[in-house]
């Protein structure tokens, strides 16, 4: 029985909380050095076997979704739970009854920070406490002899009481409770959550998958440094909702996404894209875009496909032959594709600017290149509640670090004089520091023995 009551005293403390933490700040990191949500293949390819092998028994092709990242995440929303309830109590019985000028006189030691002989009210009122109580207490004077007190009962001796921030209590309590609510918002958003990609040229409108929205590229903008580097990628876009036609308009950029109708739309990547012209003799059979990684199907010719492999800016070969971009200016344009006819390969080359893909009286064109945008699109009910969390954590830093409780009292001598003492939860020291300042400011300058 007693070894049952020790593990639920462990089970239920911050040591464990501690511990599940640095587990699943573990398993967080893993989930963002590993791609996620790729095949059994793609990592028996990229990885050596048994590294692979690690990855698909521990399910770290998938970490926030398996069952042990779960088990961990409950395990620790149960365990800040149980300290939330199990300190509630004490903590609403402190706020009701722990303040009190008796409970302060039964553990001070009876030294004062300052002796003033003048009422401390106004000293107080200086240090920022407003409601000061007046009363009498069983409390001996400041150096009396209490060697043969025993048994006897303490006079009684006009006080005075402060106390100011008692809410700061809750500040502990209430980050842990912000903790808990941040971890079940994110957990329950990375379970829950449905993500979609749509890319595209400015003027195309593609639907944001299931959702019953339609995202229009109205521009898509890539901006330069000095240097010809990548400075930014920025995407104006339209989202409509098609039951009733309403529409919100805004950019999106790397690092800032755009929220409209309760989804984010990051700018996750950019490609390059290409018009794909299909003529018969001198008639054009079909036109439209084509993105470096699609394919698309000759409507006249049952069979014939042809996929856009890759996009070459400014094309050279490599010694070897291979093709290559020696810069990222549109220069020499190549396009290298493959043909294909009932999925058997037909041929692969790369295409420069005029030339075409002849296929008997067929004939393919690539030309007009220019950038795509590949917009991500993710839907998180439970943002609001993270959000909820975050808002918890910074009251309670606030109760914790800048409305810390404070209290101040005052016992009137037999000569007359108060001697005053205070305390702190923070900065416990310079708040007696600054009480002490009432000695030196009282009007006869007398001193607190040290």
């Not at 464990?16 to 573990?26: R, S, Y």
């Not at 963002?32 to 293949?41: K, M, R």
């Not at 040229?201 to 010809?228: H, M, N, S």
Request: negative net charge; glycine residues 8%.
């Amino acid at each position: 029985m007693e070894r049952l009551k020790k593990a639920g005293r462990f089970l239920c403390s911050m040591k464990c909380a501690v511990m599940l933490l640095i587990l699943l700040a573990l398993a967080c990191t893993l989930g963002s050095l590993i791609p996620q949500g790729q095949t059994a293949a793609y990592y028996t390819q990229q990885y050596p076997e048994s590294l692979a092998g690690a990855v698909l028994l521990f399910r770290l092709d998938d970490v926030f979704h398996c069952w042990w990242f779960v088990g961990l995440t409950l395990f620790l929303c149960a365990n800040l739970l149980a300290c939330n309830v199990l300190r509630f109590p004490a903590l609403l019985r402190r706020m009701r009854e722990g303040f009190t000028v008796t409970k302060r006189l039964a553990e001070w030691d009876g030294r004062p920070a300052a002796v003033v002989d003048t009422e401390p009210e106004k000293w107080f009122r200086k240090l920022g406490f407003r409601n000061v109580k007046k009363g009498v207490a069983a409390f001996r004077h400041i150096g009396e002899d209490r060697s043969d007190s025993a048994g006897q009962t303490e006079p009684s001796v006009p006080v005075r009481y402060a106390v100011r921030h008692r809410w700061g209590i809750w500040g502990a309590w209430l980050c842990h409770l912000g903790m808990l609510v941040i971890i079940a918002g994110f957990s329950l958003g990375q379970m829950f959550q449905t993500q979609y990609t749509v890319y595209g040229v400015p003027g195309q409108t593609r639907p944001v998958g299931d959702t019953g929205y339609e995202l229009r590229i109205d521009d898509f903008r890539v901006k330069l440094r000095a240097d010809d580097t990548v400075e930014q990628y920025e995407t104006d876009m339209t989202v409509r909702r098609a039951e009733d036609g309403a529409s919100m308009s805004g950019t999106a950029s790397v690092n800032h996404p755009l929220s409209l109708f309760g989804m984010k739309f990051y700018q996750n990547s950019t490609g390059w894209a290409a018009d794909l012209e299909v003529w018969k003799g001198d008639e054009k059979l079909q036109e439209g875009v084509i993105c470096a990684g699609e394919y698309a199907l000759v409507e006249d010719m049952d069979g014939l496909a042809v996929l856009f492999n890759a996009f070459y800016p400014d094309y050279v070969t490599d010694p070897d032959g291979m093709p290559m971009t020696q810069s990222s200016a549109l220069n020499h344009p190549g396009y290298l594709y493959t043909l294909y006819y009932h999925d058997q390969i037909l041929g692969m080359n790369v295409l420069t600017d005029g030339e075409i893909i002849t296929v008997d009286e067929y004939g393919i064109l690539f030309k007009d290149p220019q950038p795509y945008t590949l917009i991500q699109a993710k839907r998180d009910p439970f943002t609001p509640v993270a959000a909820a969390g975050g808002l918890l954590v910074m009251v309670s830093l606030v109760l914790a670090f800048y409305l810390p409780p404070e209290e101040v009292w005052a016992v009137q001598q037999a000569d007359g004089t108060w001697a005053l003492s205070g305390k702190s939860r923070k900065a416990g020291a310079y708040f007696l520091e600054e009480l002490k300042k009432a000695d030196v400011q009282s009007e006869n300058g007398r001193s607190a023995p040290r």
